[in-house]
C-alpha cells in the first residue's frame, strides 16, 4: 500500500490531489449500516467480524473514498480487558464502576493481542476484501477514554476527570498510562493483521488547556504512537488548535484539524507534518453551492502542507445525506 494516494499523502509525498475520506463514513448515516445493525448492541457489532468487514466496507462501495476505516469504537479495547461498559442508545458508553481510586485502577488489566483475535480476524479479512484501498486503523486517545472511565459516561465539563488530574497526578499518570498501553496495543494489533495507516481519536481533548494537555496527556498520547513504527501516524483531536503543535509532536505524521482552524494556517503551526481536514460537517447539510465552495478552498488551504488528506473536520453527522458525500468524494477525485 506504500504507493497508495492516502499514504502518499501521509508521508508528504506529491500527490495529483488530496486523497478522501470522512470520519464516521462507516456507520450511521448509512440506511444500509442501520438495516444491518438492526437488534444488534453497538459492542456486540464492533466483535462480530462478519459485521466489522461489512459495515467497513459499506462507503467505500458506496462512495469510492480513497480509504476505509476500520469500524470499531474507542472502547472495544478496554471492554476486552475486562471493564463492565456497555453503550447506551442516545448516551455513548456508560461505565458500570468508575475509575475513582487506585483500587478502581488495579482493576483494569493490559491489553493482551489474545483478547482482541476478533480484531485480527476482522482486519485480516478486511485487507484480502479492500485490495488496493488502504485500511486505516483506529483506536481512542489516552485522555478521551480516561475521561470515560472516570466520569462513567459523557460529560459536558469533564470535572470529575479534571479534579483527579489535579488532584492525584500520580494516580492520573497511572491511569493514563494504562490506557496507552492498552490503546496502543489495539492500534499494533491492526498494524499486524494488516492495516496500512492508524488514527489515534482525541474526542475531548479540547476540554484542556495547553498547559494542561503539554502535563498530563502529551506523554501518554505518545507512549500510544510509540509502538506504530512501520505505517503513517493521524493523530486528531476535537476543539485543539491551540495546541496543534503538541499533537505532532506526540509523534503523528498527519495532524488533523477540526473546522475551526483554516488548514493553510494549520499547516503553519505544524510545519513538515502532513495535515487531514476538516470541513464543517454541518455544512453537508447545506446547498450543493455551499458545500462546493468550501470543498474547492479547503482543497486550496490544503496545498500550504507537504501531503494533504481531505478529511471532515469531526464525523459524519447521522442526518447526513449520503449523496452528498458521494457528490463530495465525486469532485475531489474530478
Known sequence: MNSSLLVRACRGEPTERPPVWFMRQAGRSLPEYRKLREG?????????????VEITLQPVRRYGVDAAIFFSDIVVPIKATGVDVEIQPGVGPVVAEPVRTRADLERIRPLEPDDVGFITESVQTLTRELGDTPL???AGAPFTVASYL???GPSRHHERTKALMHSDPDLWHDLLARVAQISGTFLQVQVAAG????QLFDS??????????QRFVLPHSAATLAGVTTVPKIHFGVGTSEFLPLLAEAGADVVGVDWRLPLDEAARRVPGRAVQGNL???LLLADWSVVEAEVDRIVAEGRAAPGHVFNLGHGVLPTTNPDVLARVVEHIQG
Open 204 to 213: 475531548w481533548a479540547g476540554a484542556l488547556s495547553k498547559a494542561e494537555y
Open 40 to 52: 444488534v448492541p453497538m459492542l456486540e457489532s464492533c466483535r462480530r467480524p462478519d459485521m466489522v
Open 150 to 152: 472516570v466520569e462513567g
Open 280 to 282: 464543517d460537517p454541518a
Open 195 to 198: 492495516a496500512s495507516a492508524v
Open 136 to 138: 486505516i486503523g483506529f
